[in-house]
């Protein structure tokens, strides 16, 4: 995948690291608004450490495994989509996802993350598509929801954050309970 179309001029496509620049850029601009959520969002701090994270999920893609894209909208980075697990061993991968805040409530991770998923069940065979959110992450619980996603259970304070531990929620999507790509959507 080059580019993707998500419609209404937003693409999904690969964040490599010589994008590290920008990616350093946008993380400045939208940070209060991820690291809430996303520990990554704290330690990247500027275009060097933003290389050598894109650089892992460049080595991983190398290997058939972590993967990681960016979402365009009229050519701004506003957010992106990755597997943060992809194995093919177990078939399962997990999915992570984010955008800058006056993106959100337009459908982008929607289409996003069931390019992902269409692209893990329909293409490379995965039987079980992750998603974890603390379970306070009310807006990431209602993305998987509207995915088909189910609760699987709940991991007890399984992720300490900024000095606090943190019930995550575990949701998955069975290759079987895929229903396709939202209605209406560029494939
Ligand atoms: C989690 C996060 C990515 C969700 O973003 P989002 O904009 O709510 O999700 P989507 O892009 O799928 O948009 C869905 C919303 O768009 C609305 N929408 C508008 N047009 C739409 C369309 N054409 N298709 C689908 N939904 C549409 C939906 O009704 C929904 O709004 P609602 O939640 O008010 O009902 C975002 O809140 C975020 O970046 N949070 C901080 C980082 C984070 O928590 N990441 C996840 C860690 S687990």
New binding site residues.
């Given amino acids: 995948m080059l580019t993707q179309p998500l419609g209404d001029g937003a693409e999904l496509r690969a964040l490599e690291p010589w994008r590290a620049a920008e990616f350093a850029a946008y993380l400045d601009r939208v940070r209060a608004?991820?690291a809430p959520?996303?520990p990554w969002a704290t330690t990247i701090t500027d275009e060097p450490s933003a290389r050598q994270w894109l650089q892992r999920y460049a080595d991983g893609q190398a290997q058939d495994g972590i993967r990681i894209y960016g979402i365009w909208l009229d050519g701004e980075l506003v957010?992106g989509v990755l597997f943060r697990i992809f194995d093919l061993h177990t078939q399962t991968c997990e999915i992570?996802?984010?955008?800058a805040p006056e993106?959100?409530?337009?459908?982008?991770?929607?289409?996003a993350a069931s390019h992902l998923i269409d692209w893990a069940v329909g293409t490379r065979g995965m039987a079980r598509v992750e998603?974890?959110?603390?379970s306070s992450?009310v807006?990431?619980i209602?993305?998987a929801k509207?995915l088909g996603m189910s609760l699987d259970g709940v991991l007890r304070e399984a992720s300490p954050h900024h000095g606090t531990r943190h019930d995550v929620e575990v949701w998955s999507l069975l290759a079987g309970e895929w229903s396709g790509m939202?209605s209406g959507q560029p494939s």
């Fill in positions: 608004h991820l959520w996303l957010g992570g996802v984010w955008l993106v959100q409530g337009r459908g982008l991770i929607l289409r998603w974890r959110a603390v992450n807006r990431s209602a993305a509207r939202p």
